[in-house]
């Protein structure tokens, strides 16, 4: 099984809707991300949090929401979806064993929106 | 500003030749430098992790070097066949602050048969 899931893989809906992407992790990291792929853009940070008390802002949160629900559960809600929200969306995780180190990150599958 | 610059035009080369991919960065100082592979419609996958005070970093066929006067990594692949066609990110780590990996855009590597 995945260590990273992501769920749904595909999505079509809306301008104006509301949208929830899931992330679960079987790893055991405290850490998970999402991020949102557009071509030539390369991975953009929307929010990451630490541990499930610590969510913070990444570099394009505007317009996005997310819940950490449990160590292995972090949401990404998408409150009015618009069209230049369609994109691919990555959920990953990482471990964290004290400051002063780099942690790979591991990444799911990805979810492709499309809002219309 | 800061930016993190990879060559957005593909690389291609020939099967057996060494592929080399570059990573500028301008305003940043990374403690660490982490290169990823991405296959189309697939997440990243973490191929090696460098840090400052390390001028080269191998596994494999894989070589990384940083240079952080230049501001530069270099990401070599020695040996290349065509399973190693695929885009390569580079990321950097921070010594402090947010302490989350900032992506390059990423260079696509197709190697010819």
């Known amino acids: 099984d995945a260590d990273v899931t992501q769920t749904p893989r595909n999505r079509i809906t809306k301008t104006g809707k509301r949208i929830m992407l899931e992330c679960s992790q079987t790893?055991?990291?405290?850490?998970m991300y999402w991020y949102r792929q557009d071509p030539g853009l390369g991975l953009r940070l929307i929010y990451y949090s630490f541990d499930v008390k610590d969510i913070n802002k990444g570099e394009i949160s505007d317009g996005y929401s997310v819940s950490r629900q449990a160590q292995a559960k972090f949401s990404l809600s998408l409150e009015s979806a618009i069209p230049n929200q369609t994109a691919l969306y990555f959920c990953?995780?990482?471990?964290?064993?004290?400051?002063?180190?780099?942690?790979?990150?591991?990444f799911g599958p990805g979810t492709r929106l499309t809002v219309t | 500003s800061q930016k993190i610059e990879q060559n957005s035009e593909a690389l291609n080369i020939q099967e057996g030749k060494t592929a080399t991919l570059t990573c500028n960065y301008t305003?940043?100082?990374?403690?660490?430098l982490q290169w990823y592979r991405q296959d189309p419609g697939r997440g990243p996958v973490f191929l090696l992790l460098?840090?400052?005070?390390?001028k080269e970093k191998r596994k494999e066929r894989l070589k990384v070097t940083f240079d952080t006067t230049l501001k530069q990594s270099l990401f070599h692949i020695t040996a290349s066949q065509p399973a190693d066609s695929a885009t390569y990110l580079c990321?950097?780590?921070?010594?402090?602050?947010?302490?989350?990996?900032?992506f390059g855009s990423g260079t696509r590597l197709q190697v010819q048969p």
């Open positions: 990321a950097l780590d921070m010594k402090s602050g947010r302490r989350a990996l900032t």
């Open positions: 990953a995780t990482s471990d964290f064993r004290g400051t002063g180190s780099s942690y790979e990150q591991y």
């Open positions: 305003n940043y100082s990374p403690a660490y």
């Open positions: 460098i840090r400052e005070n390390e």
């Open positions: 790893k055991g990291h405290d850490r």
